[in-house]
């Protein structure tokens, strides 16, 4: 039973331009207060199954339109969406458990970005051409877009990483079957709302809610379903390689990190303090990028740890619709308490809490006292072969540890099967190169984080993912290329 009368809010999927009601439903929580807030579709087989036949069928004319065309489409979803931002930022910090502030200042404007970007990017590809003087032959390329693409987001930035999936995917002229996270799909629900009016052709996006092992499945083993991009964890990044193999699909995975955070002696720590703090707790730590493996040089060692701690005790916890709040509730009570294992396993191991869970005590609003909340938690004197320093937590929790050597720091920060992201910080601009250059991280940030340039590639090594996506890497992803050769 609910505590307050609020109706609960009832999502439908959106296929072939209307929504449409789902026989059986899940119960998605509102993470700051514990309770049952909305209802989700528990879509399977049948629910993707027409939305595949909506999207092949309004393939053939999407596709044909020029690229100024869709372009022109996707600015106007992004002026429609931004004309909302407020509403759609209340809505992902409900759903969500971030704070309203990033939610704000982050997803919402990203998602609108997104859809800009895309929408000016298709326009200034060219294809490639070659001569053969010799033989009497010119070569050159063609693309063409591919056809329905799945697409399937997590729970951590809804909106954002769906839309960073969706507008490259139909920029291109493909249409999209698209799978949000259970825990969190209010957002893209309220996109599909303003589809029709942004000019969206019907059947060209789809959304279909419902969980990873229902919905999700059956979009990925659809035999006409060419393209799967995928962000989340790499367990089920396994499993979806696994089942698209028999249908040889086309992959685009981005799968998190355990990123590393660099602090040479040589470091300004009046700027790499807060913007590690940011690294480490922004979004309850709950963003593929966040750095949960700081490694001090020795000799700035003690120093950083007593400010850096000093400083997290500042960051205020509570109910995410107050504005002056830094970190609001975590996804769900399971996440939650996995995240509070990795405590409890660092201190069993010997590691030091400095500050957060189990040591500081945290005082909650009276609403909010059964939502999934953590204090930001600091973690010294920690193995690097512990699970705190090998496994990826995604929660506001970091591990601090010492090194003496460049030597030594590269190869230690290797040293996990991760390989995402990581952020360096030092003064010397030749250190600040060769470290870079050494480190297994699809991105590295030199004293700054989370700056991005969509123009360029976004994904990992190792176990962080495969592929790439930007203006060009999404592009290549988004469509097939044909090589002709013609004699004259």
Same mark, same amino acid.
């Given at each position: 039973?609910?505590?307050?009368?609020?109706?609960?809010?009832?999502?439908?999927?959106?296929?072939?331009?209307?929504?449409?009601?789902?026989?059986?439903?899940?119960?998605?929580?509102?993470?700051?207060?514990?309770?049952?807030?909305?209802?989700?579709?528990?879509?399977?087989?049948?629910?993707?199954?027409?939305?595949?036949?909506?999207?092949?069928?309004?393939?053939?004319?999407?596709?044909?339109?020029?690229?100024?065309?869709?372009?022109?489409?996707?600015?106007?979803?992004?002026?429609l969406i931004e004309h909302d931002l407020e509403a759609f930022a209340q809505a992902e910090s409900k759903d969500q458990g971030k704070t309203i502030t990033f939610a704000r200042t982050v997803d919402i404007p990203r998602a609108v970005y997104n859809f800009r970007f895309f929408a000016s990017s298709i326009l200034h590809h060219t294809?490639?051409?070659?001569?053969?003087?010799?033989?009497?032959?010119?070569?050159?390329?063609?693309?063409?877009?591919?056809?329905?693409?799945?697409?399937?987001?997590?729970?951590?930035?809804?909106?954002?990483?769906?839309?960073?999936?969706?507008?490259?995917?139909?920029?291109?002229?493909?249409?999209?079957?698209?799978?949000?996270?259970?825990?969190?799909?209010?957002?893209?629900?309220?996109?599909?709302?303003?589809?029709?009016?942004?000019?969206?052709?019907?059947?060209?996006?789809?959304?279909?809610?419902?969980?990873?092992?229902?919905?999700?499945?059956?979009?990925?083993?659809?035999?006409?379903?060419?393209?799967?991009?995928?962000?989340?964890?790499? $367990?089920?990044?396994? +499993?979806?390689?696994? /089942?698209? !193999?028999?249908?040889?699909?086309?992959?685009? @995975?981005?799968?998190? &990190?355990?990123?590393?955070?660099?602090?040479?002696?040589?470091?300004?720590?009046?700027?790499?303090?807060?913007?590690?703090?940011?690294?480490?707790?922004?979004?309850?730590?709950?963003?593929?990028?966040?750095?949960?493996?700081?490694?001090?040089?020795?000799?700035?060692?003690?120093?950083?740890?007593?400010?850096?701690?000093?400083?997290?005790?500042?960051?205020?916890?509570?109910?995410?619709?107050?504005?002056?709040?830094?970190?609001?509730?975590?996804?769900?009570?399971?996440? $939650?308490?996995?995240? +509070?294992?990795?405590? /409890?396993? !660092?201190?069993?191991?010997?590691?030091?809490? @400095?500050?957060?869970? &189990?040591?500081?005590?945290?005082?909650l609003p009276t609403g909010n006292q059964k939502g999934y909340f953590m204090l930001p938690t600091v973690i010294a004197e920690v193995k690097d072969e512990s699970s705190c320093m090998q496994e990826e937590i995604f929660g506001p929790v970091t591990c601090v540890v010492a090194f003496d050597t460049e030597d030594e720091v590269i190869?230690?920060?290797?040293?996990?099967?991760?390989?995402?992201?990581?952020?360096?910080?030092?003064?010397?601009?030749?250190?600040?190169?060769?470290?870079?250059?050494?480190?297994?991280?699809?991105?590295?940030?030199?004293?700054?984080?989370?700056?991005?340039?969509?123009?360029?590639?976004? &994904?990992?090594?190792?176990?962080?993912?495969?592929?790439?996506?930007?203006a060009k890497d999404s592009y290549e992803f988004f469509t097939e290329v044909k090589t002709i050769t013609i004699k004259h």
């Amino acid at each position: 039973t609910m505590a307050h009368a609020e109706a609960l809010l009832v999502l439908e999927n959106f296929i072939a331009g209307k929504f449409v009601p789902c026989s059986s439903y899940i119960d998605s929580y509102n993470p700051s207060t514990g309770d049952v807030y909305c209802r989700v579709p528990d879509s399977g087989k049948e629910e993707v199954e027409a939305a595949v036949k909506a999207a092949k069928a309004a393939f053939p004319i999407w596709s044909s339109k020029s690229p100024l065309e869709r372009s022109q489409i996707l600015n106007k979803l992004a002026d429609l969406i931004e004309h909302d931002l407020e509403a759609f930022a209340q809505a992902e910090s409900k759903d969500q458990g971030k704070t309203i502030t990033f939610a704000r200042t982050v997803d919402i404007p990203r998602a609108v970005y997104n859809f800009r970007f895309f929408a000016s990017s298709i326009l200034h590809h060219t294809t490639e051409c070659t001569e053969m003087a010799s033989v009497g032959c010119v070569h050159y390329t063609s693309r063409a877009p591919v056809g329905v693409a799945g697409l399937i987001s997590p729970w951590n930035l809804p909106l954002y990483l769906l839309t960073w999936k969706i507008a490259p995917a139909i920029a291109c002229g493909n249409t999209v079957v698209a799978k949000p996270s259970e825990m969190t799909s209010v957002t893209a629900w309220m996109m599909c709302k303003l589809l029709e009016k942004a000019g969206v052709p019907h059947g060209v996006v789809n959304v279909v809610f419902g969980t990873g092992a229902k919905a999700g499945e059956a979009l990925v083993c659809h035999p006409d379903v060419p393209l799967i991009s995928f962000t989340g964890s790499t $367990l089920t990044a396994q +499993r979806i390689t696994e /089942k698209s !193999a028999p249908h040889c699909k086309r992959l685009s @995975l981005e799968l998190g &990190g355990k990123n590393p955070a660099i602090v040479f002696d040589d470091a300004d720590l009046s700027q790499c303090i807060p913007t590690t703090l940011r690294s480490s707790f922004a979004n309850q730590g709950e963003i593929c990028l966040c750095t949960s493996r700081i490694f001090v040089q020795r000799g700035i060692y003690s120093e950083f740890l007593k400010r850096f701690v000093a400083e997290a005790k500042k960051w205020k916890v509570g109910n995410p619709s107050d504005p002056t709040v830094d970190v609001g509730a975590l996804i769900s009570k399971e996440h $939650l308490e996995k995240v +509070r294992s990795y405590v /409890k396993k !660092a201190q069993a191991e010997g590691a030091r809490v @400095l500050c957060g869970e &189990g040591v500081d005590s945290l005082a909650l609003p009276t609403g909010n006292q059964k939502g999934y909340f953590m204090l930001p938690t600091v973690i010294a004197e920690v193995k690097d072969e512990s699970s705190c320093m090998q496994e990826e937590i995604f929660g506001p929790v970091t591990c601090v540890v010492a090194f003496d050597t460049e030597d030594e720091v590269i190869e230690r920060a290797n040293d996990v099967k991760y390989g995402l992201a990581a952020t360096v910080w030092s003064s010397n601009v030749g250190r600040v190169h060769r470290v870079a250059r050494r480190l297994q991280s699809g991105l590295v940030w030199t004293n700054c984080w989370l700056i991005r340039d969509l123009n360029l590639p976004f &994904g990992g090594m190792k176990a962080s993912g495969i592929g790439r996506e930007g203006a060009k890497d999404s592009y290549e992803f988004f469509t097939e290329v044909k090589t002709i050769t013609i004699k004259h």
